[in-house]
């Protein structure tokens, strides 16, 4: 425990999002303030946050509601913790999760950011395909986008996780969780030619799939990448999340049922895929309300 206690948990954890999640700054700066006012409720309890119970939690809950803070801000405080304490075990440095069952007034505080159709080709235009770096980086975000990985299962991806016969990429997901997922023809088409880049490049001989100055790739540079592509493509900020986002947005968009985006994305829960049904019945609702010629008549205004 000394060894958790001396590390700057919040900090680390904030990184994590950072990369991992690809949060804007202004949903980083909100988690930052949650958590460490979950740290310093600690302190003056004369306990580690890795210590910290559910019933502390709880206690901590009823606090912030009688500070004053709306439903809205303690829900959005109740999601940074419950994050906060799912990396925690993910790093090893708790073994029960106090956060998980901790009841939030707002169930939909956060919504993904997600990238439309059209705004999906911009960014697939961006890269130099006619030099080698620019032909794996756009080998990278269609297979992302393809495949709705995880920023983490991308930088792990091994050539031999690739079958190009068959359509499917092996990921490596969380907890040593492992699926197959369909490939389409245009991340087939790139990954191919990404394929014979690496044959004239030396590289058909290394294990990982992606390479960048003959190292495997980081979760900064898949970062860094994409920020570039989508400045250079006039997108807002994205990260490599947003790939994730959008491909799970759009198969529901276009009819697909929940229960297979799910396994598509290796979530252990429904309800964590659910989120993206309460993004599309949004857009639906928003295209219904634009294209529907009674959508916004008034009883009162109806002609007779």
Partial sequence: ??????????????AYLQV???????????YRRDVRRLEAWAHHVRK??????RADLRKWIAGLSREGLSPASIGRAVSAVRGFYRFLMLDGHIRIQPAEDLDTPQRFAYLPQFL?????????????VSTFEGLRDRAIIEVMYAAGLRVSELVTLSAADIDLNAGLVTCHGKGAKERRVPLGKSAIHWLQQHA????AYGQSNAPQLFLHRGRPLTR?????????YAKQAGLREISPHTLRHSFATHLLQRGADSRSVQALLGHSDIATTQIYTHITDRYLRAAYDRHHPRARVVAGNVKK
Avoid at 116 to 128: G, Q, S, V, W, Y
Avoid at 196 to 199: L, P
């Fill in 1 to 14: 425990m000394r060894e958790t206690t001396e590390r700057d948990l919040p900090r680390e954890f904030l």
């Fill in 20 to 30: 991992e999640k690809g949060l804007s700054r202004h949903t980083l700066d909100g």
């Fill in 48 to 53: 580690s946050l890795p210590e910290l119970t």
């Fill in 116 to 128: 439309t159709e059209e705004e999906i080709d911009r960014l697939f235009a961006a890269p130099d």
């Fill in 196 to 199: 014979a880049g690496r044959a």
């Fill in 220 to 228: 900064q540079f898949a970062w860094a990448m994409i920020k570039r």
